[in-house]
């Protein structure tokens, strides 16, 4: 690759590399193979960069090459249990895409950790126990003394919560603390 693609490379690569990254991780649930896809993944963008058409988003050309080697790398391993079937991964990929037009990741990422703050702590624990250390709804339940049920639904809410302030958050309808 020439020098001035080199410099063109870099900074549409660093601007996406996260939301990659988060779009692999969604569809490959093994940490370890996910690594080892991005890498290559990463390889495959950088040697093909002179075929990226500059009209279109970068990270939905690289989310769509991500896509193809995922479903390659599935089939090489067929014989393995698959997390999700092929069309899931279209379906994740696709709704990346449909973020690339909606604002700033930052920008969502900070709506949200002051959306989470003003949660009532139970709230927040109930989250932060089932998505941030990824607890399984019969622990959670066991912990809250409450049943399956009961959690599923003030999850259900509480994701309607953090959702409607994230939104108000973006509109500018709540002051950004």
């Known amino acids: 690759m020439p020098e001035s693609s080199q410099h063109q490379f870099l900074p549409h690569f660093l601007a996406v590399q996260d939301d990659l990254r988060a779009f692999i991780d969604a569809v490959v649930r093994d940490a370890t193979l996910a690594d080892d896809i991005f890498q290559e993944i990463s390889l495959t963008l950088w040697k093909n960069f002179d075929r990226y058409d500059e009209t279109r988003s970068f990270g939905a050309w690289a989310r769509g090459v991500a896509a193809v080697k995922i479903k390659e790398d599935r089939r090489l391993r067929a014989r393995l249990p698959q997390a999700f079937p092929d ?88 002051p950004k603390a």
């Open 87 to 174: 069309e899931v991964i279209e379906a994740v990929a696709r709704g990346f895409d449909s973020d690339d037009d909606h604002g700033d990741w930052q920008e969502r990422e900070r709506a949200l950790q002051q959306c989470l703050s003003s949660l009532p702590d139970n709230g927040r624990k109930l989250i932060t126990d089932r998505y941030g250390q990824d607890r399984s709804i019969d622990s959670i339940a066991s912990d809250f003394c409450l049943s399956v049920d009961a959690i599923y639904q003030a999850l259900s809410r509480m994701r309607k919560q953090l959702r409607l302030c994230i939104e108000k958050r973006l509109r500018g309808d709540l």
